[in-house]
């Protein structure tokens, strides 16, 4: 028996408010008609006894009180997937716009997921190969991870995601077996269009499935992009056994949505307005990266957030990377100097890193080299702040030695080209090639074995 | 009676219209699918309660039914070398019913009740028991026994013994009759509310170490067992790391690690790990000694809330066995957010960064369930807690990690700046702090010798002075400072790297016994004090140093192995004779 529900009895923000409705279930979809004969889709966030609460997705606006018809849908929020999606551009709420039709579901899946059983997981050791000395060196990635790139307006975050896709190297995965899922949340037409370009010159475009939610698309669709983004990673890493890199930018503005979502609803605000559940939300969706026993696939999650003014501290990326398995950092001073990518080395980090290195992954050296490297350019900062003080000409004989090696360090190790792929073996030797120009008695991470062998000073 | 129906939903707190007969906190299953859920609210006109899994789809009118207890967890064996979720539902069964991912309404016993157990009774008819008593033991795993116990408020005459054998979970083996005359059947297992904690005879003095094998722990900054400790540090700087490596390696008999709200390739880590670790001391995988309680980030968030209580009931149960049990709960943070999220749903007047006025108190009541105690059968057992706590924007002044301050002795504040330059454990000697040392110097004395606390002293000293030194070094250059002042800061150094810093994948270093520690002191405190002979005759530090021995003994913690303390006297004569050398 279907219901219409006539007219509204409250409309708030995106919000609105019916009463008398009866049988409806908690999450469930709802289908708004319009007087005028567009139709729209919402969502019950609320419900007391026959009065319930529906977020709509493409906003309120030309909502009156009297103008609507709603309709019960008997299900959650659903996304279609087939095989066939591989290649597709959709909406932000997981619906073609690419004008090659409708989907032909051979599955319907609900958006928000249901977790994996942390016993089911398999512990991700498969080093990527992206052909980036830093990220290679020093936070490696690894295959079912969840990285992201903390960035900032300006910033080289979208050549860098770009760059990782064109070159990355993942054990296990084939042209068939692999595909990149891109959701756009609130980024600019051009921005999306730069991603789809760049795709497309690096031949992977067939293997991608891209998802836009432009900056003056709805925002409450907003928060569905990463969840329908997600469903679509979970089905083809889960049921078609494929390797999958998800990229989601920008988380920034998803959690901008999702405040002004918590805020028209009447909640209580946490830190800076963002509602007291942001962290269970992102973590509903960082979570969703992995791999499962008895299967071949995985979801490598690298999620693209604009720290709001470079603040590292401010709820988002801080939030961020209490879920995530490390970060990749992007640091402005070293953009302005020119140097891309402008990876700040210290404040990245990779968790996961540790046990996918090393024998029988990379190479032996790895991470003793990197512990290194970390110890040797966090000094380099110590020389320079001193530097700052009384003069780089005033400074002992090590600390120059350091001033030199830091120098060195980002003009040949952080800075590489957009092109050029540097392979693993590669960078380590440049690590080493870098580390010789020290005393070999200030390399206190390594120990001597390995010094007589790589050690060239 | 059976009339309750769900009236509102919002998130995953739901309210039930009209009066109703539900006592607070009681356990309630809703909806169709027996979801299960806590009453946290009741008035005349609403019963709230919140629902521990997703409320997707439930329905108004969906029936709510009662149970007529409080959250409970089910106590018996089975327990160790098995991972649960925050409300005890046992993960690696609900995998085999329903597959990799978690579906809702799992209605998996807590404990497999099919296995059979080789019990052993300790009572006899007529025997007299009181709660607390031990009626029979079995063993759990090849390390632990496991001691079934009368529950701490039953006593009475025992009417009815089974013959040692093999039982399983829900078989009775001992009757007891109390003194109303009523039959108690006991089994190998036992029901607990959760949110109590369970009885003792008296609380003890902490007077004995959680010795860790980290060397920034034991030495600088030590917990007794029976304490609590708090790890407060941003994101990176290696809070579950330090837990790992802690429940590796503490001398603990039973470890109780709950994730609580972290992420669930960390968890699968943890399992991967432990199973393959083999605990030095009984030659047995870490896991027969191991608990663990995962509920991820993603997983609902109101059973994050409870899985803080179920890992403390866990360790509860196993110290009044009188085993020495140590908690690591990772993060408490989380747990404290999943408090400020539940409240915010309920339309509290929210205190302090949207947490809800109580948080301190809940914080309070959990850490005082860590104690050294006498059990209710005599023996001693303790629990000691260990909290990770993860600041926002790691600022150390938001309110968990001060109220957690208030309630722990011990602070081991990460820092970034050492994690930044990957000195592990990034413990900053100037802002932790231990409140033990007075409880368990003595012990130490005793064990090691008075020097070990003397030694102690003076490192920590040098390390304060260092800090000192170096604000005056950051404005002006080392190069300025009086030899006696940069022998100060050479020395400190080697403190720094080569004895506070520990690799925990290095084979020896990952774990260090006390006289290693000990020795280690020993050694750099005797460079020192033989480097000032030389500075006093105004010989130049630059010589010094060219002897090359502050860096050998920055990497001392490599060179000598564990098993190796007399190597310590060859570098001691090294120091004397090549200092000689110079002055003489």
Known sequence: MLIDYVGVKEINGSLIVIDGVKGVSNEEIVDIRLDNGTTRQGRVVQIEGERIVVQVFEGTRNISLVNTKTRLTGHPMEQSLSPEIIGRVLDGAGRPIDGLGEIFPDKKANINGTPINPVSRVYPTNFINTGISTIDTLMTLIRGQKLPIFSGSGMKHNDLAVQIVRQARITGATEDNFCVVFAAMGVQKDVAEYFRKSFEDSGVLSHVVMLLNLSNDPIIERTLTPRCALTIAEYLAFDLDMHVLVIMTDMTSYAEALREFSSSKGEIPGRKGYPGYLYSDLASLYERAGMIKGHEGSVTQIPILTMPNDDITHPIPDLTGYITEGQITLDRSLQGQGYYPPVSVLPSLSRLMKDGIGEGFTRADHQPLANQLFA????????????????????????????????????????????????????LDLGWELLSTLPRSELDRVDDELLDKYYKG | MNNNVIFGINGPVITVKGPTDFKMMEMVHVGRENLVGEIIGVTDEYTTIQVYEETTGLRPGDPVTGTGNPMNVLLGPGILDNIFDGIERPLKAIEEENGAFINRGSQVNALDETKEWDVTLKVKEGDIVKGGQIYATLPETQIIEHRLMVPPLLSGEVVEVKPDGEYKLFDTIVKIKDEYGTEHSLTLCQQWPIRTSRPITQRLSTSVPLITGQRVIDTMFPIAKGGAAA??????????????????WCDADIIVYVGCGERGNEMSQVLDEFSQLIDPKSDRPMTDRTVLIANTSNMPVAAREASIYTGITLAEYYRDMGYDVAIMADSTSRWAEALREISGRLEEMPAEEGFPAYLPSRLAEFYERAGRVETLSGDNGSVSIIGAVSPQGSDFSEPVTQNTKRFTRCFWALDKALAYARHYPAINWMNSYSEYFNDIDPWFNEQLGEEFVEYRTRISALL?????????VKLIGSDVLPDDQKLVIETAKVIRVGFLQQNAFHKDDTFVPLEKQMNMMKVILKLYDRSKDVVAQEIPISKLIALGLFDKLTKMKYDIPNDKPEMFDAYIEEIDKKIDEILY
């Open chain 1, 376 to 427: 040797s350019y966090a000094r380099v900062i110590d020389a320079r702040s001193l530097a700052a003080v009384i003069g780089e000409e005033e400074l002992s004989p090590i600390d120059k030695k350091y001033m030199e090696f830091g120098k060195q360090f980002e003009t040949r190790f952080v800075n590489q080209g957009f092109d050029e792929d540097r392979d693993i073996t590669e960078s």
């Open chain 2, 231 to 248: 790890i407060p540090g941003g994101f990176g700087t290696g809070k579950t790391m330090t837990q790992h490596q802690l429940a590796k």
């Open chain 2, 464 to 472: 304060q002075e260092e800090n000192k030194l170096m604000e005056i």
